[in-house]
């Protein structure tokens, strides 16, 4: 996993967009315009350390001679939206606001992803996915979808109670069984319509730090 401060993401993210948008590169000054920065002697030095960390390749001399590294061309941003617990259920945010702001964002090789697009991240609260190797602190990437199989895990939004949590799915004689990954904890049942997937764990990024 890399992360980039955040002013090297919006100068990373500001080239991208222009290029999109123009079809050739900004210049130095186009930079320093449009992220605010002070001087273009501040966005040299954010440029040479995008180059040295395989983001951009540029020559100083040439004018609009920017473009993206191999690095960058092979990484995919991955949101973090907030929290999921992974034992008792916490309040979040309604589904729909989840994507107008977030707490920062992975940077994740493409060979290391099948699914490239509508993914995001959560940090885990909680003890209930253990057995499945997942812990308190750790980070589920997810893709988005209202729909999956019959045991595989997923955020759930629990209409009623207005609230999030993360198990294994299953449906059974009318009703959604949401199973957690702990021996010690009891499954939880639900009628269908207060249930509404959020998405599917596609992959577990395992905090070096424990809690206790």
């Not at 040295?52 to 939206?81: A, C, F, Q, W």
Request: proline share 5%; charged share 25%.
């Amino acid at each position: 996993m890399t992360q980039l401060s955040q002013k090297r993401r919006q100068i990373l993210d500001f080239i991208h967009e222009f290029m999109e948008e123009k079809g050739y590169a900004p210049t130095v000054r186009d930079i320093m315009r449009g992220c605010n920065i002070s001087s273009t002697a501040v966005v040299q030095h954010h440029l040479r350390m995008l180059e040295k960390e395989g983001y951009i390749n540029r020559d100083p001399e040439v004018s609009r001679s920017i473009t993206l590294g191999e690095r960058e061309r092979h990484m995919v941003r991955v949101p973090i939206l907030g929290y999921i617990a992974a034992g008792e259920p916490i309040p979040v945010p309604q589904p729909d606001t989840w994507s107008n702001d977030f707490l920062e964002a992975l940077e994740l090789s493409y060979e290391l992803m099948d699914v490239k697009n509508n993914v995001y991240a959560l940090v885990v609260r909680g003890m209930s996915m253990i057995d499945a190797l997942i812990d308190e602190g750790d980070i589920v990437v997810m893709q988005a979808t209202n729909t999956v199989e019959d045991g595989e895990m997923a955020a759930v939004w629990l209409k009623k109670e207005q609230e999030i949590t993360l198990k294994k799915v299953y449906r059974e004689h009318g009703r959604i069984r949401l199973q957690p990954a702990n021996s010690q904890m009891e499954p939880v049942y639900h009628d269908p319509e207060n249930v509404e997937i959020q998405g599917r764990v596609i992959g577990v990024i395992r905090s070096m730090i424990r809690v206790g």
